[in-house]
């Protein structure tokens, strides 16, 4: 059996992609296209500034804010309002198992996410990036953010079936967990999706001038990312499949 | 009447021929509520109408009966599987919320489409006009369902439904927002699906609209199976229940002597102000209140029935 149904994917796609959240995304991915665009053409260029520029942009813009907001929105609105309106009930009743109701919109919200990162990656890679150093840069943090879109989504596709406001915990766990605290507090960036990217980059692009490893090992990546990624999704799944339509009394 | 449903309590086990639908003993709890208790029934193919009031536990049976809740205690049965945790009877059975909510970005026909591709049609496309066109939508199908009206919402949710042919068919409270015209049809369709040897069941608050439609009924008050049978019977039990009527006279000691004259009357009590009046025939007590208070030159002030709620009509039923 396949692992996915594609109806309920393409249910889905048509779901993340209204007209004022393809709008908002679109602004998400083509942003550090912009920011290139103006660092092109307001500084003195030389390809070590280009390339110096390339990895703040990667890692500062599009690891640290654009990857984390766009798979909680897409991932939190993969399930979306279908609990609270009531709507799941047209999938429930069909003879799917729902762990591949789960999965189906999983893939979905973290292909659409990592594609508008992919393309928040390439756009300004084509504008600034020039000789093998910027190449080996941009494949690196294309490769670390589709880890990420992975986990961000595993993690926020869950929130989304099971709290009412995924949205606002989603937020949280980026703001409180992976901005606020774990700079300063060691154990939790063992917990930060954010790390892990930056880990799987700086060990991608380790010969990159000014590219730094991260602060967590790469076992630890695979050891968390691994938890993350399969409790999460376990989880979910688990939620879906005790879940029941209540009267409500 | 076609359509006919067929109805038997206390389920059938051991039966060599299962009945499409079986509820045994099935009771639904939530903490301390109890949502559904101990019903006990059995549905053959034919309409079925389920009423009662609103949080009587009608659509706790219904999502029950679909396999969307499991039962605290007891069983529900489709054709003799466990209708909960099994997505295999979903083949066989659609379901139609009674939550507004469809899918707001979607066309009525991509809505339809969707369901036909997720019970795995072999030509979604034709099943979803087949369905389309027996709810009579063919002209807004194109549309998105944002833009549709509460009726037309109601009969894309149908045509969800009915586009696999299911051989049980669950409606929760169908009509709502219909106008007459749209009701006569989506009527005209049940009766020619139970015709087909289907079971249709449908749920209601409200007696009329099963009239004509359902040929048994469920009774449903506070979770239990206030009553069952068929749909005449269950009419002239609440026709024919006692009603109570407050009344304020020139002289109440005088009527009420009058009116204890009277077989329609049960009962007088004389309170402050007013005469408290339970009478087994409501026609015959209205007819025979003028009579007397004119032969005795008494003349009426105000006359109130007491217990016209839909509750207390179901009430009665309960402790009949």
Redesign the interface.
């Known amino acids: 059996m396949s692992p996915v149904?594609l109806?309920?994917m393409?249910?889905t796609f048509?779901?993340l992609f209204?007209k004022q959240r393809l709008i908002a995304l679109v602004c998400f991915s083509a942003a550090p296209l912009v920011i290139a665009a103006i660092f092109a053409v307001t500084r003195t260029r030389t390809p070590a500034a280009d390339l110096d520029f390339l990895r703040e942009l990667y890692t500062g813009v599009i690891s640290f804010v654009l990857l984390p907001l766009t798979a909680v929105v897409l991932g939190t609105a993969a399930f979306g309002g279908e609990i609270d309106?009531?709507?799941i009930?047209?999938?429930?009743?069909?003879?799917?198992?729902?762990w591949q109701l789960v999965l189906s919109k999983y893939v979905v919200a973290t292909v659409a996410t990592y594609a508008l990162m992919f393309i928040a990656c390439v756009l300004p890679w084509l504008v600034l990036g020039s000789g093998p150093d910027a190449l080996a840069l941009f494949e690196a943090f294309a490769a670390a953010i589709a880890i990420g879109a992975a986990l961000y989504c595993a993690l926020f596709v869950m929130l989304g079936l099971t709290s009412k406001r995924a949205l606002v915990a989603g937020l949280l766990y980026i703001v409180v967990i992976e901005i606020a605290l774990s700079p300063n507090v060691v154990g939790l960036k063992s917990v930060s999706i954010r790390e892990f990217v930056m880990t799987v980059a700086g060990k991608l692009a380790a010969t990159v001038p000014g590219m730094h490893a991260g602060a967590v090992s790469v076992a630890t990546v695979e050891t968390m990312g691994a938890i993350i990624f399969v409790g999460s999704l376990a989880f979910g799944i688990r939620w879906l499949a005790r879940y029941?339509?209540?009267?409500r009394? | 009447m076609t359509g006919d449903g067929g109805l038997g309590t206390g389920g059938r086990n051991g039966a060599a021929e299962r009945a499409p639908i079986e509820l045994i003993d099935a009771s639904r709890w939530y903490g301390n509520v109890v949502a559904v208790n101990a019903v006990a029934v059995s549905l053959e193919a034919g309409i079925t109408g389920l009423l009662g009031p609103n949080g009587a536990g009608k659509s706790t049976v219904l999502h029950m009966v679909a396999g969307l809740l499991s039962p605290s205690a007891g069983q529900v049965l489709i054709d003799g599987e466990p209708a909960a945790g099994n997505p295999g009877i979903y083949r066989k059975v659609g379901l139609v919320p009674e939550r507004e909510a469809v899918q707001p970005f979607l066309t009525g026909f991509e809505f339809v489409r969707m369901n036909a591709r997720l019970q795995k049609l072999p030509n979604a496309d034709d099943a979803a006009r087949r369905a389309i066109a027996l709810v009579d939508l063919e002209s807004a199908a194109d549309r998105r369902i944002s833009g549709y009206s509460k009726g037309m919402r109601q009969r894309v949710k149908i045509a969800g439904a009915l586009v696999h042919e299911p051989s049980v068919l669950l409606l929760d409270e169908p009509f709502n927002g219909m106008d007459p015209r749209q009701r006569l049809h989506m009527m005209e369709l049940l009766h020619a699906m139970a015709s087909t040897g289907r079971t249709v069941l449908i749920s209601s608050h409200i007696l009329e609209e099963l009239n004509d439609l359902a040929g048994n009924v469920l009774v449903m008050v506070a979770g239990r199976l206030a009553a069952s049978g068929h749909f005449r019977e269950i009419r002239k039990l609440m026709t024919n229940r006692p009603h109570t009527f407050t009344l304020r006279s020139s002289d109440d000691r005088r009527l009420a002597a009058g009116l204890m004259e009277e077989p329609s009357v049960q009962s007088v009590e004389l309170t402050e102000g007013a005469l408290a009046i339970r009478t087994s025939d409501r026609g015959l007590f209205t007819r025979a209140l003028p009579r007397r208070a004119r032969g005795a030159g008494i003349s009426i002030h105000e006359l109130l029935p007491t217990d016209e709620s839909l509750e207390s009509v179901f009430n009665y039923l309960v402790k009949r």
């Open positions: 149904n109806t309920v393409w249910l048509r779901q209204t309106d009531g709507t009930v047209y999938l429930l009743v069909k003879a799917l198992p729902r029941e339509m209540e009267e009394l």
